[in-house]
């Protein structure tokens, strides 16, 4: 995919993140300039979720800054969404949820009833519309955050280790959902430590190793033949020693 | 142990027979109270909900009077609302001492800390746990205390229940600047501390029974509201 996304390229400068004494991203530049889909790959703990957040703007660097096409992220820009690992909701409907962060983000009343139904529709959940979020499967839930955030058109689509706690069914159903979006033309960055997945999807990875990048590359060179000695060890499912 | 029968069935016997009397006295308390807890349930849902959701200066201030005011004295506030309502107090001209005004207004002063305090905490609650997914969506406070009123509506009823209880069995604070005028101010809890005194226990047993019904019939509502939710989140 090479369409043109406005928002294109990323640049993370020398970005680092501390809790107290300990630095949990330490450091890190890079680039993200191509469409498709990013992997952040890594083991946990690595620091993706931050990134991930941090790219968002959910969370603040300590040091360094963000910009995407040379804007630093704001919290009032919808052209960017982020699925967290365990999201949360209300104890409404399914439909309340999409009508609600199209309210938060002002957009045009005439276009929610449309926004919605093809969220819905492009996400399976068209005959769950009004089934209250408690009582979804975990599939479910997934595939509703997921159209909580694709209901606003974002142009770029973050994704924290979404499938973590899904079937193998489940998983590929939600595989397919982030390739669709992904060939509508929004730019994917998601985090991973599942090696297969990963190699299902990327078209770019990120390795992470201790809040740091050991390795970028595009995805079918990464996976053949990776350049940094510590994603060797991690595609060979070694352990790798905390130094 | 007959003259405590005795009690017992004559107290029956005004309940049982809706005595006028009894009507007037249970009928002046349920207004009263309710009234406070309308007036204290407006004031506070608003004030519990923004003090869950936003940080400001005085926040730290302003949380810790509403709990510490949670126990407050009610004979201290009697004393209080009556000097401001007396005569000579600055608002003696609105003529509200020894009226069920002035004891509505007595209430809802007592209950207004712990209906909000309650409010907070549930409210508080239930932000802290979305508040990551509500910056991941770019939602402020302002977009999502409704729904999150509505998420804490169990709790909601429950602090009002709460409030509504304190309202009723309270005696000290409506004693004060209500007076305990027959037809006028006479109360459940006024009304059985005067009988009582007087060693007429029927009237005073009889209320006592209504009051106690009344305690019950609110804790009971409360755990069936939380066993409630908690069988629907169990399923």
């Given at each position: 995919?090479?369409?043109?996304?406005?928002?294109?390229?990323?640049?993370?400068?020398?970005?680092?993140?501390?809790?107290?004494?300990?630095?949990?991203?330490?450091?890190?530049?890079?680039?993200?300039?191509?469409?498709?889909?990013?992997?952040?790959?890594?083991?946990?703990?690595?620091?993706?979720?931050?990134?991930?957040?941090?790219?968002?703007?959910?969370?603040?660097?300590?040091?360094?800054?963000?910009?995407?096409?040379?804007?630093?992220?704001?919290?009032?820009?919808?052209?960017?969404?982020?699925?967290?690992?365990?999201?949360?909701?209300?104890?409404?409907?399914?439909?309340?949820?999409?009508?609600?962060?199209?309210?938060?983000?002002?957009?045009?009343?005439?276009?929610?009833?449309?926004?919605?139904?093809?969220?819905?529709?492009?996400?399976?959940?068209?005959?769950?519309?009004?089934?209250?979020?408690?009582?979804?499967?975990?599939?479910?839930?997934?595939?509703?955050?997921?159209?909580?955030?694709?209901?606003?058109?974002?142009?770029?689509?973050?994704?924290?280790?979404?499938?973590?706690?899904?079937?193998?069914?489940?998983?590929?159903?939600?595989?397919?959902?982030?390739?669709?979006?992904?060939?509508?033309?929004?730019?994917?960055?998601?985090?991973?430590?599942?090696?297969?997945?990963?190699?299902?999807?990327?078209?770019?990875?990120?390795?992470?190793?201790?809040?740091?990048?050991?390795?970028?590359?595009?995805?079918?060179?990464?996976?053949?033949?990776?350049?940094?000695?510590?994603?060797?060890?991690?595609?060979?499912?070694?352990?790798?020693?905390?130094? | 142990?007959?003259?405590?029968?005795?009690?017992w069935?004559?107290a029956w016997?005004?309940i049982?027979?809706?005595?006028?009397?009894?009507?007037?006295?249970v009928?002046?308390s349920?207004?009263?109270?309710?009234?406070?807890?309308?007036?204290?349930?407006?004031?506070?849902?608003?004030?519990?909900?923004?003090?869950?959701?936003?940080?400001?200066?005085?926040?730290?201030?302003?949380?810790?009077?509403?709990?510490?005011?949670?126990?407050?004295?009610?004979?201290?506030?009697?004393?209080?609302?009556?000097?401001?309502?007396?005569?000579?107090?600055?608002?003696?001209?609105?003529?509200?001492?020894?009226?069920?005004?002035?004891?509505?207004?007595?209430?809802?002063?007592?209950?207004?800390?712990?209906?909000?305090?309650?409010?907070?905490?549930?409210?508080?609650?239930?932000?802290?746990?979305?508040?990551?997914?509500?910056?991941?969506?770019?939602?402020?406070?302002?977009?999502?205390?409704?729904?999150?009123?509505?998420?804490?509506?169990?709790?909601?009823?429950?602090?009002?229940?709460?409030?509504?209880g304190?309202?009723s069995a309270?005696?000290?604070?409506?004693?004060?600047?209500?007076?305990?005028?027959?037809?006028?101010?006479?109360?459940m809890t006024?009304?059985i501390?005067?009988?009582?005194?007087?060693?007429?226990?029927?009237?005073a047993m009889a209320l006592g029974l209504i009051l106690l019904f009344i305690s019950f019939s609110i804790t009971s509502?409360?755990?069936?509201?939380?066993?409630?939710?908690?069988?629907?989140?169990?399923?």
């Open positions: 995919m090479t369409q043109l996304n406005p928002h294109l390229p990323l640049r993370l400068d020398n970005l680092s993140y501390s809790i107290g004494s300990k630095t949990l991203i330490d450091n890190l530049s890079a680039e993200i300039k191509s469409a498709g889909i990013s992997i952040i790959l890594g083991h946990n703990g690595a620091g993706k979720s931050l990134l991930l957040k941090l790219m968002h703007g959910v969370l603040q660097p300590s040091a360094g800054a963000i910009y995407w096409q040379q804007q630093i992220p704001d919290s009032d820009q919808y052209w960017r969404s982020l699925v967290l690992q365990k999201p949360s909701f209300f104890e409404r409907s399914v439909r309340f949820h999409l009508e609600f962060i199209l309210g938060v983000s002002k957009t045009e009343k005439s276009q929610h009833r449309e926004r919605i139904e093809h969220a819905l529709e492009i996400c399976g959940l068209s005959e769950l519309h009004q089934r209250k979020v408690s009582s979804l499967s975990g599939g479910e839930i997934q595939r509703l955050s997921l159209a909580r955030a694709w209901v606003l058109r974002p142009k770029v689509l973050l994704l924290d280790e979404p499938t973590v706690a899904l079937d193998p069914p489940a998983v590929s159903q939600f595989e397919t959902l982030v390739k669709q979006f992904r060939d509508s033309g929004s730019k994917i960055i998601m985090t991973t430590h599942d090696i297969p997945q990963a190699q299902r999807l990327a078209d770019e990875v990120l390795f992470i190793y201790q809040g740091k990048l050991a390795e970028q590359a595009e995805a079918n060179s990464f996976f053949k033949a990776p350049t940094s000695c510590i994603a060797q060890h991690y595609l060979k499912g070694q352990l790798i020693a905390e130094t | 142990m007959q003259e405590s029968t005795s009690i069935a004559q016997y005004l049982s027979s809706l005595d006028a009397t009894l009507l007037e006295i009928s002046l349920l207004r009263v109270s309710l009234s406070a807890v309308l007036i204290a349930t407006l004031i506070a849902i608003p004030l519990g909900a923004i003090l869950a959701c936003y940080r400001f200066i005085g926040h730290t201030a302003i949380t810790s009077i509403l709990t510490a005011l949670m126990g407050l004295p009610p004979v201290v506030v009697g004393l209080g609302l009556y000097m401001l309502l007396s005569r000579s107090g600055p608002m003696g001209d609105l003529n509200l001492l020894f009226s069920s005004s002035a004891m509505v207004l007595a209430q809802s002063i007592l209950i207004l800390p712990i209906i909000a305090s309650l409010m907070q905490q549930a409210v508080a609650e239930h932000y802290q746990r979305h508040l990551e997914q509500f910056r991941a969506l770019g939602a402020r406070q302002h977009h999502v205390i409704l729904p999150l009123l509505w998420d804490a509506r169990r709790a909601l009823i429950t602090s009002v229940l709460t409030g509504f304190r309202a309270e005696v000290g604070a409506v004693l004060i600047v209500g007076g305990n005028i027959n037809h006028v101010s006479r109360v006024t009304t501390a005067l009988e009582t005194s007087k060693g007429n226990l029927e009237l509502l409360m755990i069936l509201i939380r066993d409630d939710h908690r069988l629907k989140n169990h399923n």
